[in-house]
C-alpha cells in the first residue's frame, strides 16, 4: 500500500495534509524520515509514524450504535440527520454504512461498517439472519395473530412474508410483543402488524443474529465491536 495512502485512510489527514507532513519530515517507516509519500509500505510489517506517533493500520470498522429516533440510517440525507453524523471524525473516516435500515423514528441496534462483505451476509434474504424487535402495538395482540405471524402474513403490496415468531408481553389497549423476522421488507414489521389492523407505535430492534444490543449503551451512543462480537461477525465470512 502506497504510504501516502495509508496516512490517509487512518485519518491522518487529507492527501494534501499528508503531503505535507511528509515535506515537513514529521514521517518515519522504520525509523527513517521519509518524504515521499509513494513509496509501498506493508502495514503489518512496517513501522510507521507521524510525530513519533505509531500508525496502527485498520482496514474495517464495526460499531454497534444504539440508534435514536429521528435519524435516517443511510450515510447521507439532503433534509435530514443521518447516523453516520452522530460518528466522531476518527471512525467517519472508515466511511462506515448502516447494515440494514431501521426507520426514522425506529430506535435499537445498528450495525455500522464499511465490511461490505460481512453487511452481505447479514442482510441477505437467503440467510435467514433473525432480527429480533421489541414493539408497543396499539390495539389487543392475540394468540390468532401470533398463529397468523407464523403462517407468514400478506403485506399491502401482495407480498406474503416469511414466517415469524411473535410473543406477547402484555395484551391490551396497547400491547407489547417481541418479534422475531428473517427479512428485511420496507418498514416490514409496522406493515405486518398494519395486516391484522394494529398498529405500531414504539419499535425498537434488540438483536441481529448473535449480536445484541449493548443495554449500557443509551440511546443515540455507539463503540466498537468486543472480541466476541467481531469473532461472530468474521465468522459469518468464512
Known amino acids: 500500500m502506497r504510504l501516502d495512502k495509508?496516512?490517509?485512510?487512518?485519518?491522518?489527514?487529507?492527501?494534501?495534509?499528508?503531503?505535507?507532513?511528509?515535506?515537513?519530515?514529521?514521517?518515519?517507516?522504520?525509523h527513517s524520515i521519509t518524504k515521499d509519500g509513494s513509496i509501498h509500505v506493508d502495514?503489518?510489517?512496517d513501522l510507521v509514524k507521524v510525530n513519533n506517533s505509531v500508525i496502527h493500520y485498520q482496514k474495517y470498522t464495526y460499531i454497534m450504535m444504539n440508534k435514536p429516533p429521528g435519524y435516517i440510517s443511510a450515510t447521507e440525507d439532503k433534509k435530514d440527520k443521518t447516523v453516520i453524523d452522530l460518528l466522531p471524525d476518527h471512525l467517519r473516516h472508515f466511511k462506515p454504512f448502516p447494515v440494514g435500515r431501521l426507520d426514522k423514528d425506529t430506535e435499537?441496534?445498528?450495525?455500522?461498517?464499511?465490511?461490505?462483505?460481512l453487511a452481505h451476509q447479514?442482510?441477505?434474504?437467503?440467510?435467514?439472519?433473525e432480527k429480533k424487535y421489541y414493539a408497543k402495538?396499539?390495539?389487543?395482540?392475540?394468540?390468532?395473530?401470533?398463529e397468523n405471524?407464523?403462517?407468514?402474513?400478506?403485506?399491502?403490496?401482495?407480498?406474503h412474508t416469511k414466517p415469524a415468531k411473535l410473543d406477547i408481553i402484555?395484551?391490551?389497549?396497547?400491547?407489547?410483543?417481541?418479534?422475531?423476522i428473517t427479512e428485511g421488507k420496507y418498514h416490514q414489521v409496522k406493515r405486518m402488524f398494519e395486516s391484522v389492523n394494529k398498529k405500531?407505535?414504539?419499535l425498537q430492534r434488540m438483536e441481529m443474529g448473535e449480536l445484541s444490543l449493548d443495554t449500557s449503551l443509551a440511546v443515540g451512543a455507539f463503540r466498537e465491536l468486543n472480541h466476541a462480537e467481531l469473532y461472530y461477525c468474521l465468522s459469518l465470512k468464512k
Do not use: C
Open 6 to 30: 495509508l496516512l490517509a485512510n487512518m485519518g491522518v489527514g487529507s492527501r494534501k495534509e499528508v503531503k505535507s507532513l511528509l515535506k515537513k519530515k514529521q514521517v518515519t517507516v522504520n
Open 43 to 45: 502495514p503489518n510489517v
Open 108 to 117: 435499537g441496534l445498528l450495525l455500522l461498517t464499511n465490511d461490505g462483505e
Open 122 to 129: 447479514l442482510t441477505s434474504p437467503k440467510k435467514d439472519i
Open 137 to 146: 402495538i396499539k390495539g389487543r395482540v392475540t394468540h390468532t395473530d401470533v
Open 149 to 159: 405471524f407464523l403462517s407468514g402474513v400478506t403485506l399491502d403490496d401482495g407480498y
Open 170 to 180: 402484555k395484551s391490551g389497549h396497547i400491547s407489547e410483543v417481541e418479534i422475531i
Open 200 to 202: 405500531v407505535i414504539y
